[in-house]
């Protein structure tokens, strides 16, 4: 095998093992107000991370169903009331909880759902949008090292 081939293939090989999780708990931001959402907790789910977040859900929303389950997603959903008051829950949740199709209790509140987001890799429920495009800034991290590296090897 050529040198070039020989590097191509560690390189790869490098990328996968960087790709595998080290840690088998999937970890989320926590928080329940608009104050303690500036800086979140991070937790790792387990059963009562998903029962304090299914709890927070059951002030604001209809039917939440009462599952236990050993399947984790992190939750972000933020909602107003027509006097600009807002509740913002983020946190660990069963995975069947599918809290983003749940009903808002409005009764005699004016409550709307101005977004509702749910991820199953670590920490992809931050309070900014940032967490959605981590993954899209990974891989461009990664194309650029490839990249750079690639221009050291002979014959390329």
Not at 23 to 44: D, K
Not at 101 to 107: I, M, P, S, V
Request: glycine share 4%; with cysteine; aromatic share 6%.
């Amino acid at each position: 095998m050529s040198q070039k081939v020989i590097y191509l293939l560690r390189l790869l090989i490098c990328m996968c093992i960087a790709g595998v999780p080290t840690v088998s708990t999937l970890e989320c931001y926590e928080c329940n107000n608009p104050t303690n959402c500036v800086s979140p907790s991070v937790i790792q789910c387990d059963q009562s991370a998903a029962n304090r977040t299914r709890d927070e859900l059951k002030i604001y929303f209809l039917n939440v169903p009462d599952i236990i389950s050993s399947n984790y997603m992190c939750l972000r959903t933020n909602s107003t009331q027509s006097n600009g008051r807002s509740a913002n829950i983020h946190g660990c949740i069963y995975d069947e909880t599918k809290a983003c199709n749940l009903t808002l209790n409005t009764a005699g509140s004016h409550w709307s759902k101005s977004s509702c987001f749910y991820c199953s890799t670590d920490l992809c429920n931050s309070a900014s949008n940032i967490a959605d495009y981590s993954s899209a800034v990974a891989l461009i991290i990664t194309l650029s090292v490839a990249s750079l590296l690639l221009t050291n090897v002979p014959g390329c």
